[in-house]
């Protein structure tokens, strides 16, 4: 059994920058590919980024690419989310994900997932 803690979600003003955190539990993390989603008020959950289990492979939302990096550290079993350049529009609870393939990039490729944490980006 997986279990995903998110942490590194707050307030930031329009411009700045946070970085998402996502400790796993588990021994075969280094065989799991990994996701962030996040899902604003009134919206569906939607993907943002994803890296492949080796962390040599990743892909991107077209509205974060160039401004979100996806990496990871499997001697930490931890995943990141580096946000640069926050919009208001960035305001969502952040979920982080693990896939039972080595990488995936949809939604129901994932089947673990952490409880949440709320980033707000003020204008």
């Known amino acids: 059994q997986v279990q ?11 411009g700045g920058s946070l970085r998402l955190s996502c400790a ?6 280094s065989m799991n590919g990994m996701g962030w989603f996040r899902q604003a008020p009134g919206k569906e959950r939607e993907f943002v980024a994803a890296i492949s289990g080796g ?5 991107y939302e ?7 990096s996806i990496s990871r550290d499997n ?9 640069n350049s926050l919009k208001p529009e960035d305001t ?5 994900s693990a896939s039972k393939k080595f990488y995936a990039t949809n939604a129901y ?15």
């Open 75 to 83: 001697t930490k079993n931890t995943v990141y989310l580096q946000m």
């Open 109 to 123: 490729e994932y089947y673990h997932w952490g409880q949440g944490t709320q980033v707000t980006v003020s204008s």
């Open 55 to 59: 962390g040599s492979t990743s892909s």
């Open 4 to 14: 995903l803690v998110e942490s590194g979600g707050g307030l930031v003003q329009a």
């Open 24 to 29: 796993a539990s588990g021994r075969t993390f």
């Open 92 to 96: 969502a609870v952040y979920y982080c």
């Open 62 to 68: 077209d509205s974060v690419k160039g401004r979100f």
